[in-house]
């Protein structure tokens, strides 16, 4: 089992729709969380840093449970510009690679006229 | 404006030449790490480096070599480049503290073709 699962996609949605995409963790001891986006042959960027309480940024929400081990990210209104894959990632506390980011496979978007 | 630096960022190089990718930082960042990425794939983290003088292997397996010397450099290093290495390499490096709600920063890759 990975140790992030994400929902591959693609997700085709319209402008200005609302979009969420979940992912799970099974690293129980998994300490920081994070959002990263990357554009077609472009390096992953940072999104947002999700925290426990939950956080916003504009027209994106992100949202972690630690009791069920998933992470959650909200798009409204979406733009076209927000067409890319979205990556999922968890930073173990505990393990052989400590301290390592651990990146899911990707959600790609693709947001339509 | 980048803080970390790779070179070149396309290479076309013929089948049994010796390459190095070059990978900078300036924010005196400890670990460091190398990825390698297929067109529409996932990241496959293949060489990471906690410090100087320090370098392990990722979970892919790679014929590739890396070495630490100094903070700043984490070049990688193909002796003998095969087709199978076509790829895009993006390095990164992870600052601690206050800055691990960052997460890692990453360079804008090298493509490389072997032909």
Not at chain 2, 97 to 107: E, H, L, Q, S, V
Request: glycine letters at 8%; one cysteine or more.
């Amino acid at each position: 089992r990975k140790e992030v699962e994400q929902d591959p996609g693609p997700f085709n949605v319209p402008e200005g729709a609302t979009v969420a995409f979940n992912c799970t963790y099974s690293n129980s001891a998994s300490q920081s969380f994070f959002w990263y986006r990357q554009d077609c042959r472009k390096e992953p960027k940072l999104l947002m840093s999700v925290y426990s309480s939950g956080n916003e940024d504009g027209r994106f929400t992100a949202q972690l449970n630690r009791a069920s081990q998933y992470i959650s990210l909200l798009i409204r209104d979406s733009k076209l510009s927000d067409s890319a894959t979205y990556l999922c990632v968890s930073r173990p506390l505990y393990g052989g690679s400590q301290g390592n980011l651990i990146f899911g496979k990707g959600t790609k978007l693709s947001v339509k006229p | 404006e980048a803080d970390i630096y790779q070179t070149p960022r396309y290479l076309v190089i013929g089948t049994g030449k010796k390459i190095t990718l070059e990978c900078s930082q300036t924010m005196g960042h400890d670990k460091m790490y190398w990825y390698q990425q297929d067109p529409g794939m996932e990241l496959h983290l293949i060489h990471y480096s906690y410090g100087v003088n320090s370098t392990e292997k990722g979970d892919l397996s790679s014929e590739s070599t890396v070495s630490r010397i100094r903070t700043e450099h984490f070049p990688l290093t193909l002796e003998s480049a095969r087709p199978s290495h076509t790829s895009q390499y993006l390095c990164a490096s992870f600052g601690q503290g206050p800055f691990a709600n960052y997460g890692y920063t990453f360079g804008s890759g090298t493509r490389l073709t072997v032909v």
